[in-house]
Nanobody
Framework: VQLQACGGGLVQAGGSLRLSCTAS????????MGWYRQAPGKERELVAS???????NYADPVKGRFTITRDDAKNTAYLQMNSLKPEDTAVYYC?????????????????WGQGTLVTVSS
């Protein structure tokens, strides 16, 4: 299983970006997907997550500005980021709790996608 993240870029403060993360390979089911970010000199932090039930969780700094959704048919999660601020600048990583085929079995693993850089200019 691989997670492919894309959608980062440079945007002015107040602008919007949409990140996407697609799981491919021997995917049986996606139990949860989330987005984390890591700014220079800071630890990686959770931004938002969504479970298979549709339950979502957001970090306080992004509540009301970011929205996480998922398209199960495409094994993809999206992070819509609106009203971006310079402090949102970071490398964003997607994470997936994925049930994958391992031979004739199904096992759950934690996967990380490559980071995508989001830069918000003031």
């Amino acid at each position: 299983v691989q997670l492919q993240a894309c959608g980062g870029g440079l945007v002015q403060a107040g602008g919007s970006l949409r990140l996407s993360c697609t799981a491919s390979g021997s995917v049986f089911a996606i139990n949860a997907m989330g987005w984390y970010r890591q700014a220079p000199g800071k630890e990686r932090e959770l931004v938002a997550s969504i479970r298979s039930t549709g339950y979502t969780n957001y970090a306080d700094p992004v509540k009301g500005r970011f929205t996480i959704t998922r398209d199960d048919a495409k094994n993809t999660a999206y992070l819509q980021m609106n009203s971006l601020k310079p402090e949102d600048t970071a490398v964003y990583y997607c994470n997936g709790d994925v049930s994958a085929y391992v031979g004739s079995y199904v096992r759950s693993f934690d996967y990380w996608g490559q980071g995508t850089l989001v830069t918000v200019s003031s």
